[in-house]
């Protein structure tokens, strides 16, 4: 499927049949000691297996698989499940080798560090992988110097967020190979709490997902080696959480970067948790739920944008529009839901499954930087129109999420 995903309803039997076998492993990962066992209790062939879980899931069965199994882990070991091995062979994990490898690789910490997290104070390690770029993450956080949420002093990211109704500041300091993170209030640091600082550590750091097999898929095509050689190694920066994306897209819909952040900081100021300093937290849906469309329009929210927005916060606050439950399942699943909201078309929804959910093969069609980078890599003398970047676009699935990003960032600016 080379063009992006289309709209698909919610009946798609296909996509219903992958999140059925996708909830079922995620519950109990440990059932499945192999991929061939996740076919067989799906009724499918491997090929077929693995064309669904491309198409629906934009990954492979066997990533899947291992980010299932981490994920289980961590949630044994924040809950003192016995030794840390233990937690991973209950896991699914072949061996206690397989086990700590993956887990460091996608955590950045050993199990048994993980399971001392909040028993060893309000602060920990991680480990970067080699080839870190941390000048680009802390480029792209720092990407708004005026901003209320976040704020970059030399290597050291501060970013306030509300986590377990706590206005929390995050303390994120890069030392060489290692980042060192710190939490105010510290009383806060029990282990589940720590354990959620970690999760939305990782994903801002964009640690959860490598960026080789991308590399690889490209080596030797001439036509993209030079796009991804200046900048091996990049990978992409999520948002805290995927509430914070959706507002995000929804802001900058239809505006130049400049004016979304202005409009981003009035919303922060308006109904943002005050954390530290002139910090202050991103606004929760509950709190933008709470406004009149109107209450915006002083802001210079268009009438459009007002009602997007609050709307988009009322269904998440009602859970009509479960956006943090989105990355769990299929990515066609979450094109659908978002899709369906007003206000919400197919750019919205490809940045929010991009930098929200972290899904790896999405188009923001109608991207004005992906536009123009796309006719600076091609040679072209105009700007290509939607039709014409689906095509484009084409031969890096399966892994267009990334390459969009690299594209982003071959205009020599921050990608938004």
Known sequence: MNQPTAKIHREDPERALLEKLISRVRMNPGEFRTV????????????RLGELFRVHAHCLPEVFLEQARVICACKRLLNHFGPAAQAGESCGFPSPAAFNASFHRLTGMTPGKYQSLGREGASFI????????????????GRDPLSLSERVEGSTLFKAIRLEDTDTLLEIEFRGRAVRVRIRPAEKADPIFMGKVHHRVVRMLGLATDP??????????????????????????????????????????????????TLRRRLTDLCGGAVSGDLKAHPTPRAVAALDPADLGPLQFSRSKAQYVVEAARAVAAGELPVEALPAGAATSAEARLSAR???????THYVMMRGCGFGDCVPLGDAGLTAALQRHFGLDHRPDARETARLMAPFAPHRSLATFHLWASLKGVPA
Request: hydrophobic residues 50%; glycine residues 12%.
């Open 36 to 47: 061939g066992a996740m076919a067989a209790a799906s009724g499918m062939g491997l090929e």
């Open 126 to 141: 991680l480990d970067l992988p080699p080839g870190y770029r941390q000048e680009d993450v802390l480029a792209y956080h």
């Open 212 to 261: 080789a097999p991308f590399e690889g898929f490209l080596a030797g095509d001439p036509r993209f080696q030079a796009l991804v050689e200046a900048r091996r190694g990049l990978r992409i920066p999520l948002t805290a959480d995927v509430w914070e994306s959706l507002v995000w897209a929804i802001l900058g819909q239809q505006v130049n970067l400049a004016f979304a952040y």
């Open 342 to 348: 007003r206000g919400i078309g197919p750019w919205t």
